[in-house]
């Protein structure tokens, strides 16, 4: 098939690289415009824009896809279909009519649950037991299209947003490139969904990372893993930020965000129902590390109080 392929991070890569050793040909990679990015403000580019600039394949950078020009500039490439992932605009219907077989989503969820631009964290955080992959035909609105094909996975004991972030990506590539085949040979089947069953979730803001130690040390677990690598789970120690990377749930009990326990490996912070065993942080200005190896030069104790 012709398509023009709509994405903008690490994720939508695997789905793009798949496309093409599939034999399909990509005529135009659609992404969001670079950004700033660092304490330096340079620009940095999409990963989507740097794959396909390896591929020599022509990149366009529309700051509103909407916008009349931009919607006849993608109508020249005359393509099948339009693939997107991941993309970060919602289509116009002038472009969701345009191909002769309409426009089609990979989404990182079981949709019609975790509509919305952060599904693989919200999924760790929840402590969701699975996760898995819609594509669907998109509609008009947020990811509430007509369900082609749908694949489950299991959440593994130690998930990280990062780890089920890669395991869906291949998981996508697989079904999309199976999507496209059914669309092709007229035997795919278009499930509306569930509107009732409809759930949704926003952008990950920084701050959501913040840890609450009078909450529940299960919970508090989850979201250490789903904010993993970013924008990790937080708290303060001596007027600087500690991120905890890693963290095992205990029946111990405390007052909340007291170090009610300190070994040679590990510190133990009590929260409002049980507490963590916290085994690899990082304090400002240092390099992330095993508690052990910080708990070297840290000057803590039990008894003290992080947060």
């Not at 789905?15 to 940095?44: C, N, W, Y």
């Not at 593994?156 to 092709?184: H, M, Q, W, Y």
């Not at 304090?283 to 590390?289: D, L």
């Amino acid at each position: 098939m012709k398509i023009i392929f709509m994405g903008t991070p690490d994720f939508a890569v695997e789905t793009f690289e798949s496309l093409i050793k599939a034999g399909h040909e990509i005529v135009l990679a659609v992404t969001q415009p670079d950004r700033p990015k660092g304490r330096g403000g340079h620009m940095a580019i999409s990963a989507v824009k740097e794959a396909a600039l390896k591929e020599g394949i022509e990149v366009f950078q529309p700051v509103k896809i909407r916008e009349s020009e931009n919607i006849e500039f993608l109508r020249k490439y005359d393509a099948d279909i339009i693939v997107v992932v991941a993309f970060g605009q919602i289509l116009p219907k002038e472009i969701l009519d345009m191909p002769k077989y309409g426009c089609i989503n990979v989404h990182a969820s079981l949709l019609p649950k975790y509509r919305g631009a952060s599904p693989i964290q919200w999924a760790v955080i929840n402590g969701d037991k699975v996760s898995g992959v819609t594509i669907m035909k998109m509609g008009v609105g947020l990811d509430d299209g007509d369900i082609i094909l749908q694949r489950e996975i299991e959440l593994c004991k130690d998930e990280t947003g990062g780890s089920l972030f890669d395991r869906l990506s291949k998981v996508g590539a697989e079904l999309c490139l199976e999507a496209l085949a059914k669309i092709e040979d007229k035997s795919a089947v278009f499930t509306p969904q569930d509107e009732s069953k409809a759930t949704k979730v926003g952008i990950i803001k920084k701050q959501l990372g913040e840890i609450d130690f009078s909450g529940e040390a299960y919970k508090t677990e989850c979201l250490i893993r789903g904010l993993n690598p970013w924008p990790s789970a937080f708290t303060h120690l001596s007027g600087k930020i500690l991120k905890i990377w890693k963290a095992e749930v205990t029946d111990d009990e405390g007052k909340a965000g007291c170090v009610i326990k300190k070994d040679k490996t590990s510190l133990t912070v009590a929260c409002g129902k049980g507490a963590l065993k916290i085994t690899e942080l990082q304090i400002e200005g240092k390099k992330r590390m095993s508690a052990e190896e910080f708990l070297r030069g840290a000057h803590i104790n039990e008894g003290d109080f992080l947060g």
